[in-house]
């Protein structure tokens, strides 16, 4: 692979100098990149990268003879539905690109989450967060607005129906958990059983970019409804107007607001303002999405190194952000990026035994002892993503 970024990087402190000491005041760039992703990573085999990422989960956390995973590295519980989701990005992600690779897994991965398919509890179909073997059903309403996602992806990938079917139930049950409290907004949670009653940026995100997708995919106007009334609700109640990012949640009780700010709020909110932009051609989603998405760079992205402070797989979402205003713009900055922050992840995070730890802010310095399903296939998705700005060229 092309070390030209870190060759630079190395020239950088020297140059800087050398302007000091010459009385120059001139603001210098983040670093010195070529114009050309092609020409800076055009040689990194990303599928490559991502099958090696897979053959270390399933080395690590494969339940023998099944298509199911332990949660961690303690191999003493089978893994919540969250890895998985990452797991069903890849593989669609790659049967897109080599379906004869890749197909069979995402089928396989599909099956397997059937495991977590509650079809009627209290009279609607959803994803549980554990498989339903493990007791009374306890759902997430955005977890199955990220089902919705891959599933829907699945779908525009292979043209396979069952995907298409499944994406709306699970958007269904999303879209369940919205009702008039606090003027609108959807619930993080059915029963509550483990948090306060809230509703989540993240519910909304999800539910907005899975029924664009929808909308993209079957053309009916409801899914383009859906979409700008839950946006609506969440820029007027969710979206901090002094930084332009999003506040994690809005307590039911007493409408007290949630201040934390997590990565992948603002990565999902501005995939959605994207392609709200792209179905209806109005400047606001346009100018928000942009906003926010520098906002996050701002707050979390090193743009000296590629590193993003946050965990993993949470941070995703903003790489997954980069790549869809990509595909809009056709900035090449824009997509390095993205490729910068995979750079990263690969050259800086990965251990010995192909594990990544689960924040993704600083170089790796000892062995990965203490993982998870959603650490390390977060990864694996990204990688894949990446393989399709080079596999098609």
Known sequence: MKKTLIRLAHLLPMFCFVLSAAGCNAVMPDRFIDDDPEEEFGDNDYMEWSRETLAAINRDLRIEGTDSYYENQNRNQVSFIWGNIFLLY???EGAGLRADEWEGELSRCFLNLENHWSPDYRGIGGYCTAPLSSGAPDRYYDENGWMAIGLARAYELTGREAYLAKAREALGFTLSGEDDVLGGGIYFQETFTQYEPQKNTICSAVAILAS?????????????????????????????????????????????????????????????????????????????????????EKQWYNSLNGALNDPGYFAFALVDAWFDLYDMNRDKATLMKALRAIEFIHESLKDANGRYPEYWSEPLSEPVAEYDLRMESCVAYLYMRAAGYFEQQ
Request: hydrophobic share 40%; net charge negative.
């Open 90 to 92: 890849t593989y669609a």
């Open 212 to 296: 664009m997708q929808l909308y993209e995919l079957t053309g009916e106007e409801s899914w383009l409804e859906h979409a700008r009334r839950i946006e609506k609700w969440t820029s007027e109640n969710l979206l901090d107007a002094a930084d332009n990012l999003l506040w994690d949640a809005k307590m039911v009780d007493d409408g007290e607001v949630n201040t934390r700010k997590w990565s992948y709020n603002a990565g999902f909110m501005v995939r959605g303002w994207l392609r709200l932009y792209k179905a209806t051609g109005e400047e606001r989603y346009l100018t928000q999405a942009r906003n926010t998405l520098a906002a996050a």
